[in-house]
């Protein structure tokens, strides 16, 4: 008799302690919703936003504003400077001389000069060498490489194309003689839509934001009220307090992911959903779990909101910057290497990428998946632990 | 307008500033770090791409050709595989970028004198990376082809081979990179990020100073004061411009001694309109304070109105002219590029007011609009 009253008493108070926590993620999401411009700016964050980044920002060289400068006036120069033409180059004309040229890049109207000298196509016709002088702006040193190699690859096409009509040989013949043809094939994005890949990383840049920065400005906005003493007072253990934050986080921030993935990624540019969905919400679930741990922990050592933003703006900015996203892991120094392995969300984005554009499954990712749930683990435990401390 | 009052406001803002030690460190130590970090973090050079390499040939010339590969410094070779389908998971779990595949009978071919096709597969999951590995692989390809060919005009007309080379590559291309002879990323990322840390920084220092005082209350006291709306908003200002303009003046710094970034302006001239550019993203801070009501709002509208133009629309990931027309709309309305084409010249390029005026006077308009604005839409008799 005596054990079954224990039995009930531990349902009971498990009973309670469950809807201690869903009162308190009440309260935290409905201090959420009374913030009419909060709200609009998460559901801007979520759509707006990301549409914004995924229409027209591209890192690929799109019809590079090109000017010539042509002191030969031959049929070869004309024919050489034609060959720039979209997707890669526009040309915009000619300009009477290169000062002219470099003032216009200078200025940054336009970004490449050609310069074709006098004698052009006679040097050519005698077998001599001759050079076409490009004059590129790399202030973007991507789009700089691109431009210099398709430029050398346009130069060198229309050398070896005049070069074969001259040994009497026309450009199909080149099936006929030792040579190479290329094939490329680019996997996961054929088209290079560029929009797939901005869109989704901004999908889980604005995970990340939210996560870290909504329960840290929760708690010290209990702080800074005074509310906390309420709380402390309250038959609510720490856990709970803590808890009951990050699921209002979560809450919003699903929401928030829903409304992005079906309404802009996949309903306006199309993203493909290779892989398996729910594999990408339980991921995103465990992700939002562990990187509220960061916004926990610096919710301990602030006291109010303006430091929590200039502390959530050091940790968000470089988390983004060494995601990967921008930057190849294997072109950067080794301490910046190993601070990306540090980021949660470098794996959070090749799981993101590889579970929607390349279909993976666990069985492909779970090497990235370990990695997050380590960190994350780590940062959480880490945060809890600050956070219980402190009201001792 | 009191100047006495003013002098009274800013000394009651400084001393807030600095009595809080967390946040006034912080205003100091974020934008170094930030500069630090992203100095070194956003290299945009594609070295050391992981590539293997299906040879299903084995010979001597399929060999020598995929030691065109391994020797580049662009590349980084990981092995021969004997299958496509070993390889095609590799992609996909990031172990590879791309791999190459040499045909059956590709030396063969070529000693037939025929043309053997060569297959790259590349992962094209980042656009720019892949459109820069297939820029790499097409030169190797290219040389390669063009030593065959060469190769084979010497043989067939009895020329020497620097001749027939002479015959098929009548043109060489002399490229020079302006402004920037090395086309060492950070050279040229190292003073955008000046352009990009002033945009991010001082918005949000003003405008969780300015609702720091709404959400606390403290706001009554001014509105039950003898103060004047310009008189408090100025006073309330000039610390976090203080601020932000020493911050400008330490990135300025380290772009040009920490990075090597060559200054070729006129100093005076740069330093007067990052004062101004300053200016104007705290008038962002200003006005966003103006309609929120809680500091979360505040970090959450300047994070996303600031960072996201910061890295998109203000030239330092792509030139504006490479932006969809809707895209580059955006661009034009907000400050930051205005500010990096100042930034870019005064540095890089060396020009100077000549050809930059019609940027700096939209900057000075657009500060004139964002203090405005914010004047009109501060009251101190707010409606509750």
């Given at each position: 008799m005596m054990k079954l009253f224990d039995d009930h008493t531990v349902l009971l108070r498990g009973y309670v302690w469950c809807r201690q926590i869903s009162v308190l993620t009440h309260k935290e999401l409905f201090q959420l919703f009374r913030d009419t411009l909060l709200l609009f700016f998460v559901f801007y964050a979520f759509t707006g936003n990301i549409y914004l980044a995924g229409?027209?920002?591209?890192?690929q060289l799109n019809k590079a504003a090109t000017v010539v400068h042509d002191d030969d006036n031959s049929l070869a120069s004309r024919e050489l400077m034609h060959r720039f033409r979209p997707p890669y180059f526009h040309l915009h004309g000619e300009i009477a001389n290169t000062k002219e040229g470099i003032r216009l890049l200078d200025l940054g109207e336009e970004m490449i000069l050609l310069d074709i000298p006098p004698r052009f196509q006679e040097s050519m016709l005698k077998g001599e060498l001759t050079g076409v002088q490009m004059q590129v702006d790399t202030t973007n040193s991507v789009l700089g490489t691109l431009a210099a190699g398709y430029g050398e690859q346009i130069v060198g096409r229309f050398g070896l194309d005049s070069g074969l009509a001259r040994m009497g040989?026309?450009?199909?013949s080149l099936n006929a003689v030792p040579n190479l043809r290329e094939e490329h094939r680019i996997l996961f994005n054929p088209n290079q839509d560029n929009s797939w890949f901005m869109t989704i990383t901004e999908l889980l840049n604005m995970i990340t934001l939210f996560a870290i920065m909504l329960p840290a400005a929760a708690m010290a906005r209990e702080k800074e009220k005074g509310t906390i003493e309420q709380l402390l007072v309250s038959p609510l253990t720490p856990f709970q307090i803590m808890i009951s934050k990050v699921l209002a986080t979560m809450i919003v921030i699903l929401v928030g992911t829903m409304l992005s993935l079906f309404?802009?990624?996949?309903?306006?540019?199309?993203?493909?959903?290779?892989?398996?969905l729910p594999l990408l919400f339980a991921v995103t679930v465990l992700y939002i779990f562990t990187t509220t741990g960061i916004g926990l922990f610096i919710a301990t050592i602030t006291r109010n909101l303006a430091q929590v933003g200039l502390l959530t703006l050091m940790i968000f900015a470089p988390m983004v910057f060494l995601s990967g996203a921008w930057t190849p892991?294997?072109?950067?120094?080794w301490w910046i290497r190993l601070l990306m392995k540090l980021s949660p969300l470098h794996y959070f984005l090749d799981v993101g990428l590889g579970i929607l554009?390349?279909?993976?499954g666990l069985m492909a990712l779970w090497e990235p998946i370990l990695g997050m749930t380590i960190i994350g683990g780590v940062v959480f435990t880490f945060g809890l632990w600050r956070f219980r401390r402190q009201f001792d | 307008m009191n100047i006495k009052r003013i002098i009274a406001v800013v000394n009651k803002e400084r001393k807030e500033i600095v009595r809080d030690k967390l946040f006034f460190s912080l205003a100091f130590i974020l934008p170094v770090m930030l500069m630090i970090l992203f100095g070194y973090g956003l290299s945009f050079d594609v070295e050391n791409i992981p590539f293997a390499i299906i040879d299903r040939d084995h010979t001597n010339l399929s060999r020598d050709y995929a030691y065109h590969f391994i020797s580049s410094r662009y590349f980084d070779f990981k092995g021969y595989s004997p299958d496509e389908r070993e390889l095609d998971p590799l992609l996909a779990e990031n172990r590879l970028r791309a791999f190459i595949i040499i045909p059956e009978h590709f030396q063969k071919d070529i000693m037939h004198n025929r043309q053997a096709s060569i297959q790259t597969i590349i992962d094209g999951t980042y656009p720019s990376r892949a459109d820069i590995t297939r820029g790499y692989v097409s030169a190797i390809n290219n040389a390669f082809s063009m030593e065959l060919l060469c190769g084979y005009l010497s043989r067939l007309k009895g020329i020497p081979v620097e001749q027939a080379r002479a015959i098929l590559q009548p043109v060489r291309l002399e490229v020079r990179f302006l402004y920037?002879?090395?086309?060492?990323?950070i050279w040229s990322v190292a003073p955008k990020l000046l352009m990009a840390i002033l945009l991010m920084t001082p918005p949000f220092l003003t405008a969780l100073g300015v609702v720091r005082e709404k959400e606390s209350g403290s706001i009554l006291n001014i509105y039950a004061s003898t103060l004047s709306r310009s008189e408090f908003l100025i006073g309330k200002l000039m610390p976090y411009v203080a601020i932000s303009v020493f911050n400008g003046f330490v990135l300025f710094l380290m772009a040009r001694f920490l990075y090597g970034a060559p200054f070729k302006g006129d100093l005076l001239f740069f330093a007067m309109v990052t004062v101004l550019y300053v200016i104007c993203t705290t008038g962002i801070g200003l006005v966003v304070s103006t309609f929120a009501r809680t500091q979360i709002a505040a970090i959450i509208v300047t994070s996303i109105l600031t960072i996201v133009p910061a890295a998109?629309?203000?030239?330092?990931?792509?030139?504006?002219?490479?932006?969809s027309k809707g895209a580059q709309i955006e661009a034009h309305l907000m400050p930051a590029m205005y500010y990096t084409n100042i930034v870019l010249g005064s540095f890089?390029?060396?020009?100077?007011i000549t050809v930059l005026w019609m940027d700096v006077v939209v900057l000075a308009v657009y500060a004139f609009i964002l203090f405005t604005t914010g004047y009109l839409l501060f009251t101190k008799r707010p409606r509750t």
């Open positions: 229409s027209g920002i591209s890192l040989l026309s450009p199909e309404g802009v990624l996949q309903f306006i540019f199309h993203v493909p959903m290779r892989g398996s892991p294997e072109a950067l120094i554009l390349k279909g993976g | 920037n002879q090395s086309v060492k990323s998109l629309y203000s030239g330092v990931l792509i030139p504006i002219s490479s932006l890089l390029k060396g020009t100077g």
